[in-house]
């Protein structure tokens, strides 16, 4: 599982020009599932999506997660983010796993994010999406269940 972490201060996502999801201050991020992600590589990962401290405290030091700040999630579904560009100039995306597989994943990932008390949107898995987004800070964060556990 590899997700892209952005803060924002807003965010939303568009599907035939409306709005289908739409936060304030949280994150937006991109999801991305791969074969052999399991329900419980993503329980490890909302966990340390929940807890991660990059919203500043009163001190302005990154010290506060989206659980302290009541933060909000936007959650967009995002195959390509296990392009290979290693041959040629056309990724493949062979290690994305299919819809079949990361669709259920996906909505699993989304359903634990608001059973630990966050609100999230989402966009329409498989879509066509406009995201726009305001990045506080400017702070992203690239997590990668491969590189984590």
């Given at each position: 599982m590899k997700l892209v972490i952005q803060k924002v201060s807003e965010s939303c996502v568009k599907v035939d020009n409306n709005i289908v999801g739409e936060i304030k201050q949280g994150f937006m991020i991109l999801v991305g599932i791969t074969q052999s992600d399991t329900k419980e590589l993503i329980d490890k990962m909302v966990d340390k999506v929940?807890?991660?401290?990059?919203?500043e405290d009163d001190q302005g030091k990154l010290n506060?997660?989206?659980?302290?700040?009541?933060?909000?999630?936007?959650?967009?579904?995002?195959?390509?983010?296990?392009?290979?560009?290693?041959?040629?100039?056309?990724?493949?995306?062979?290690?994305?796993?299919?819809?079949e597989i990361a669709k259920p994943l996906?909505?699993?990932?989304?359903?634990?994010?608001?059973?630990?008390?966050?609100?999230?949107?989402?966009?329409?898995?498989?879509?066509?999406?406009?995201?726009?987004?305001?990045?506080?800070?400017?702070?992203?964060?690239v997590l990668d269940?491969?590189?984590l556990f």
């Open positions: 929940i807890h991660l401290r990059i919203f506060l997660s989206l659980l302290d700040i009541k933060g909000e999630i936007l959650s967009i579904s995002q195959f390509t983010l296990y392009a290979n560009c290693k041959k040629g100039r056309r990724p493949s995306f062979i290690d994305a796993a299919n819809g996906y909505d699993y990932f989304n359903e634990q994010l608001v059973m630990k008390g966050v609100h999230v949107e989402t966009g329409v898995f498989g879509g066509d999406m406009k995201v726009s987004l305001i990045n506080d800070g400017p702070i992203t964060v269940s491969e590189k």
